[in-house]
């Protein structure tokens, strides 16, 4: 019986070579490798060693306290990152505007995608997503800074159709995480939130040379594992290493363990019986939740969409709709902070690259993300503003892809204050910033492309609701007691299309009482 080596993160942390690709697994503040992470950061801290690593990952990986990612973002130890998001590891974002390392923002599911045609030893990942955004290589093919220079995407021709290609790189090494792992290497993930695509990472390392460390809770004796359970199988795995501290292994960072969010149990959920106050959020998540049809496919983005679930469960819809979260689960309620990209009582949670093929194939029915920089042309940006990066995530897959796509925000930025009086909107005070520009800072969903594959398109705020058309946005609705040129259009650097029979939102909508969706 062959028997993989236990041995402790320092000695893991010593197999990270000048040079290297490292991949890890992560997803926000969920399934880090965080005593790996740890050690190689106190290596290169005391030695000054490994040096120019690159650092290859799909989703978010930190909690904004210096864990994840940011335990390499360290000048010398790094000298490329190629990731989906980078709001959760903000010392990686200082390090790229800076122009320090170099910079890459991919699509978080085509990076997923990505670590399975390398195992495949396929030339790269072929994809339609990104097309037309800032990762298209016509725009800035994904880079971040100046100092960054190679094409890692190009567009070719498949068949007569543009398409991108996400280029193959070797993983020289892989850091990942699980729960138990046999003295043979097999290793499950039952106590984390999402498997992720460790498979995918531990194939793509082991079919391109590379090594692969699992840090583990616990290594139990051979056989006792359940083979349904192993998502590492022990042929993949180099070396074990068990996480001696708790913190470094929590299921999701600073949270208790829930084993309704791994799919051990399933919990009563208690009814909220004090209805959500009807403030500009509220507005938002009721416009938004008359467009649900029943038996739907949803994905919420964080912020004013997570209104669209609070309101439906109110209204008594919430069976309207089956979430589902781009780590992986499908069903039960998509949890938020550091436990984002879990869910509590899910049906399923499947691996995270294989959700982004039913995303990508236009599998969600409606999506509603957040609404932060929209333009004349339709064209969103979540991903970058100024001196803050914060990625795009999933949000290219999952937006490009949905049957229709809602967009939800306030009309304006900071400090904004409304109210609902006698059904109609009262603003008490204007946000400071416009949200509406004459062009984004950088395409996140393109407004061009939409309307190339005759996408529906809304955009949803609590006074206004425009919609994407051949010819730019159309203004369709208009809050009842809102002055159209002084709270709209003097508040936009565009000038929408107006139609002449421009209606009104929903009366229901402003009063504060149930709006009968049932």
Avoid at 75 to 100: D, F, T
Wanted: hydrophobic share 40%; proline share 4%.
């Amino acid at each position: 019986m062959r028997k993989t080596p236990i041995i402790s993160a320092k000695e893991a942390a010593a197999m990270v070579k000048d040079n290297m690709t490292l991949s890890s697994s992560g997803f926000v503040a969920s399934c880090m490798p965080e005593t790996l992470n740890k050690a190689l950061e106190a290596r290169f801290l005391e030695t000054g060693s490994p040096r120019n690593l690159t650092l290859l990952y799909a989703a978010a990986q930190g909690n904004r306290d210096g864990s994840g990612a940011d335990h390499l973002a360290h000048e010398g130890l790094l000298k490329r990152v190629v990731g989906g998001h980078y709001n959760m590891a903000p010392k990686i974002g200082e390090l790229i505007l800076s122009g320090k390392i170099e910079g890459y923002n991919f699509p978080q599911g085509t990076l997923s995608q990505l670590f399975r045609d390398i195992a495949a030893h396929k030339p790269g990942t072929i994809t339609h997503v990104g097309l037309n955004t800032f990762v298209d290589p016509r725009l800035s093919g994904g880079k971040l800074n100046n100092v960054t220079k190679e094409d890692l995407v190009e567009v070719i021709d498949v068949l007569g159709e543009e398409r991108l290609i996400y280029k193959s790189m070797n993983v020289d090494i892989a850091f990942l995480r699980g729960t138990y792992a046999d003295e043979c290497g097999n290793v499950t993930v039952e106590h984390e939130v999402a498997s992720t695509e460790v498979t995918a990472i531990a194939q793509a390392a082991k079919n391109t040379g590379g090594k692969v460390i699992v840090q583990v809770e616990k290594v139990v004796k051979a056989g006792t594992l359940d083979p349904k359970l192993v998502k590492i199988p022990g042929i993949y795995v180099d070396a074990i290493v068990i996480a001696e501290c708790p913190e470094d292994h929590e299921q999701c960072r600073t949270c208790a363990f829930d084993g309704s969010m791994s799919g051990q149990f399933h919990v009563f959920l208690d009814a909220d019986s004090t209805p959500a106050k009807l403030d500009a959020k509220k507005i938002i998540g009721r416009r938004a939740a008359l467009e649900l049809t029943e038996g739907s496919v949803v994905n919420l983005g964080i912020g004013a969409p997570e209104y669209v679930a609070v309101v439906a469960n109110e209204e008594g819809i919430g069976d309207y709709m089956t979430m589902t979260v781009e780590a992986g689960a499908v069903g039960g309620i998509p949890a938020g902070g550091p436990k984002f990209g879990g869910s509590v009582n899910a049906d399923a949670i499947l691996d995270q690259n294989v959700q982004f093929d039913f995303y990508d194939g236009g599998g969600v029915d409606l999506a509603f993300l957040g609404l932060a920089e929209a333009d004349k042309d339709g064209n969103i940006n979540v991903s970058k503003f100024g001196p803050r990066l914060a990625g795009c995530g999933g949000f290219i897959n999952i937006t490009q892809n949905a049957k229709k796509v809602f967009y939800c925000g306030t009309f304006t930025a900071g400090g904004l204050k409304v109210r609902c009086e006698n059904g109609k909107l009262v603003i008490d005070q204007e946000g400071k910033n416009v949200k509406l520009k004459d062009a984004v800072e950088q395409i996140t969903f393109s407004g061009k492309y939409a309307v190339k594959v005759k996408q529906p398109v809304m955009y949803i705020t609590e006074r206004a609701v425009f919609e994407l058309t051949e010819n730019g946005m159309r203004l369709a609705e208009i809050a009842p007691g809102v002055d159209l040129q002084k709270d709209i259009l003097d508040l936009m650097e565009f000038k929408p299309i107006i139609d002449k029979d421009l209606k009104e939102m929903d009366p229901r909508i402003f009063k504060d009482e149930l709006m009968g969706l049932k």
